[in-house]
């Protein structure tokens, strides 16, 4: 019989409630890897990622009589995630090296969520972003990224040229790809919103 079979994961956060380590180390096994790729992909410090990891579930077990789950264990535990990659981030405001790590992650993460968000949710930080770019490159951007715009119909919509629009939309990314690596706060919320699309 394979071991999912036997995993009832109501029966385990019941014992778990009830001090059961069993049902704790059952539950840690079930979840800690996809945790930690959860968490290691926006952090990509496996040391890091390791001991968010052992302080969610050390906290599960000090708080485990007062456990509420509303959906699933595994959404309450990306929301757990989440709130530590944000903690961890908010630290590295205060120190340089982690800043400088984190405009690397940045950097080789952009094109990543730009492509994993789901536009249409008029996130406040990506129009904030998009107002820091001249009228004509935020436009193309909005109709070719946020629209499903092909560059000719962009070009036909603005009256401009093909060749126009694919420059104005790679000066438009660059310069948010610059405005999100001086705003870790900001790039922050698209990070973990990308999280939350490919969860």
Not at 55 to 72: A, V
Not at 84 to 94: A, E, G, H, S, T
Not at 147 to 153: R, T, V
Request: glycine share 2%; proline share 3%; aromatic share 10%.
């Amino acid at each position: 019989m394979r071991p999912d079979l036997l995993y009832d994961e109501n029966a385990l956060l019941r014992q778990l409630k009830a001090g059961d380590p069993a049902a704790f180390t059952a539950l840690y096994r079930h979840h800690s890897e996809s945790l930690y790729a959860g968490i290691l992909r926006l952090v990509k410090i496996s040391q890091v990622a390791e001991e968010m990891v052992q302080e969610i579930f050390t906290r599960i077990w000090h708080k485990r009589h007062e456990l509420t789950i509303e959906t699933s264990f595994a959404a309450y535990l990306h929301k757990a995630g989440q709130n530590q990659v944000i903690d961890f981030y908010r630290k590295l405001q205060r120190d340089r090296r982690l800043f400088n790590h984190f405009k690397a992650i940045a950097t080789e993460n952009y094109s990543h969520i730009e492509e994993q968000l789901t536009y249409s949710e008029k996130i406040v930080v990506l129009q904030k972003a998009l107002d820091t770019l001249p009228p004509q490159q935020k436009k193309v951007y909005q109709l070719c990224k946020m629209e499903g715009f092909s560059y000719k119909a962009a070009a036909s919509e603005l009256g401009i040229s093909p060749f126009t629009v694919k420059e104005y939309l790679t000066k438009a990314r660059h310069t948010l790809k610059s405005y999100f690596q001086s705003h870790p706060d900001a790039l922050l919320v698209l990070l973990l919103a990308a999280m939350s699309e490919a969860h």
